[in-house]
């Protein structure tokens, strides 16, 4: 005798699929104390050790408030390349670079001393100008202490005089 069995229908899903969910509070996560990204502390001591004599290069050519904003852009933008500048071989020459660039930018060398090499007139402001040392000088620009003393000692006395006359110029003055 055969039998046969009654074939049963295949289901099929009507009603949506349910996917379990992880259960979570229904508090929002903490946030750090600080969004700010964290600075390379290499980038940190560099600050540190540059942001003085950036400051009073730029005050020698700008008046405060603009030097002090100037100095804050260089700053940001040799954050945002920090990689790039330090694997440049000499990482402070690179900056200081920037910075000249930016200052001789919103203030013209003067008359009389652009025809310095920029290393001559730099050392000359710094050393002649704010009373830094060829070692200190020499920190900040990415050059050697005798690479300064010898810009310096080179330069005519016509020039150091002239350096240490100079001074941020009015506003009016700059514009014309």
């Known amino acids: 005798m055969i039998m046969h ?7 099929t899903l009507t009603a ?4 379990p969910h992880p259960r979570t509070s229904h508090a929002l996560p903490r946030e750090p104390a600080s969004l700010a990204p964290a600075l390379p502390p ?4 560099f600050c540190v050790l540059n942001r003085d004599g950036y400051l009073d290069y730029a005050r020698a050519h700008l008046p405060t408030k603009q030097a002090h904003q100037l100095v804050c ?3 940001g933008e040799l954050a945002v390349g920090w990689c790039d500048i330090v694997s440049n071989l000499n990482p402070s020459a690179k900056a200081w670079t920037l910075l000249r660039t930016r200052v001789h930018t919103a203030a013209p060398v003067p008359g009389g001393l652009d025809a310095c090499s920029a290393q001559q007139y730099d050392a000359l402001v710094l050393h002649c100008r704010l009373g830094y040392s060829s070692a200190a000088a020499a ?3 990415g050059l050697d202490a005798s690479k300064v003393r010898y810009l310096v000692l080179s330069a005519t006395p016509a020039r150091r005089h ?3 006359r100079l001074g941020p110029r009015p ?6």
């Open 5 to 11: 069995t009654a074939r049963r229908p295949a289901r």
């Open 16 to 19: 949506p699929v349910r996917i």
């Open 42 to 45: 290499a980038f940190e001591a």
């Open 73 to 75: 852009s260089v700053l």
């Open 139 to 141: 920190c900040v620009m």
């Open 162 to 164: 002239a350096v240490r």
């Open 171 to 176: 506003a009016a003055f700059r514009a014309a």
